[in-house]
T-cell receptor
């Protein structure tokens, strides 16, 4: 149980384009999902908290207009990187918390490369 | 300002021996602590957690110890197996603050056969 999927697993896009990453909880409902990014050989940095039916809460320093988050249902959150630049290249990981638990369960991650 | 620190970037241990990973935190509001295992290009896998009201939690080969007064926790893996080779992240959260996780920098564990 507590499986989280992400799609795509990797994506290459050109500078200036937008790319959408999906995060799904497969066997549970999640009112809250989280989006992280990880640079090579570094830890995970929380970008934003995604709440179903309301606006996402962004961490300090994260541009909300650049990283659009939509939590349309209890099993789906999307992260759209708008007007991507090479410095947005990173590993993006989502997580979700099953109801009644405190542990976050993570998706497999999405490798974004902006050329 | 690193609120969660893993001071050992790497650890090498012989198969069958104990692996001890350490983690320190500074924020006294943290009341829930977790350990995750991560392979390259994959998401973290939840291993074990502990609430601040406890000082020990055990699950199979994994035991987490919490010393609140020292703001220190550790993960013991015994016996270590080659499949345990991965990066281990300590994470902390303040449940009243919405369960946001703050991660340590990770410790790379290598278990030698």
């Amino acid at each position: 149980g507590a499986v989280v999927s992400q799609h795509p697993s990797w994506v290459i896009c050109k500078s200036g384009t937008s790319v959408k990453i999906e995060c799904r909880s497969l066997d549970f409902q999640a009112t809250t999902m989280f989006w992280y990014r990880q640079f090579p050989k570094q830890s995970l940095m929380l970008m934003a908290t995604s709440n179903e039916g309301s606006k996402a809460t962004y961490e300090q320093g994260v541009e909300k207009d650049k990283f659009l988050i939509n939590h349309a249902s209890l099993t789906l959150s999307t992260l759209t990187v708008t007007s991507a630049h090479p410095e947005d290249s990173s590993f993006y990981i989502c997580s979700a918390i099953p109801a009644g638990l405190y542990e976050q369960y993570f998706g497999p991650g999405t490798r974004l490369t902006v050329t | 300002d690193q609120q969660v620190k893993q001071n050992s970037p790497s650890l090498s241990v012989q198969e069958g021996r104990i692996s001890i990973l350490n983690c320190d935190y500074t924020n006294s509001m943290f009341d829930y602590f977790l350990w995750y295992k991560k392979y390259p290009a994959e998401g973290p896998t939840f291993l074990i957690s502990i609430s601040s009201i406890k000082d020990k939690n055990e699950d199979g080969r994994f035991t987490v110890f919490l010393n609140k007064s020292a703001k220190h926790l550790s993960l013991h893996i015994v016996p270590s197996q080659p499949g345990d080779s991965a990066v281990y992240f300590c994470a902390a959260s303040a449940r009243a603050a919405g369960n946001k996780l703050t991660f340590g920098g990770g410790t790379r564990v290598l278990v030698k056969p």
